[in-house]
């Protein structure tokens, strides 16, 4: 009997690392302007992350554009260039059985790391800090 997929399971280490030379061949890829769209020629375009699903066979890359607070027109820009990119990062995947179909997704984990950053800092968390620090330290022992 096959197993039914975990979608809440950790990523095995096969997963991890075929995600990890994707995102070095799309890098390189983008480094070296190998890509032909006028939006995406002036950009600096950061592959953070990616994701391969269990079968190795669908790869989500989430990228993010430096000084861009949009990434949207340049995530579309890549999934319409997808199949080119896709055929240049084969040579660097010659090991795998299957090259992985690349879809482009905009990495929205810096946002979330700035706004609980901004929480953290916000008056009210300080001033909570700031009482647990009196009661640990100069508060009496009832």
Do not use: W
């Not at 990890?20 to 375009?45: M, N």
């Amino acid at each position: 009997m096959a197993r039914s997929p975990n979608p809440s399971k950790a990523p095995s280490q096969r997963q991890l690392s075929v995600g990890e030379k994707v995102r070095h061949a799309l890098t390189e890829i983008l480094q070296r302007g190998e890509l032909r769209d006028p939006l995406l020629e002036r950009a600096v375009v950061s592959v953070t992350e990616v994701r391969m699903t269990a079968d190795l066979k669908l790869a989500t890359a989430y990228v993010t554009v430096l000084g861009q607070e949009d990434c949207e027109p340049f995530v579309a820009a890549l999934n319409q260039n997808r199949k080119y990119l896709r055929g240049r990062a084969t040579p660097a995947l010659r090991q795998m059985k299957y090259m992985p179909d690349i879809r482009f997704r905009a990495d929205d984990s810096f946002d979330n790391f700035a706004r609980i950053d901004a929480i953290l800092r916000s008056p009210a968390v300080a001033r909570d800090l700031d009482d647990a620090d009196e009661d640990d330290t100069g508060g009496e022992q009832r």
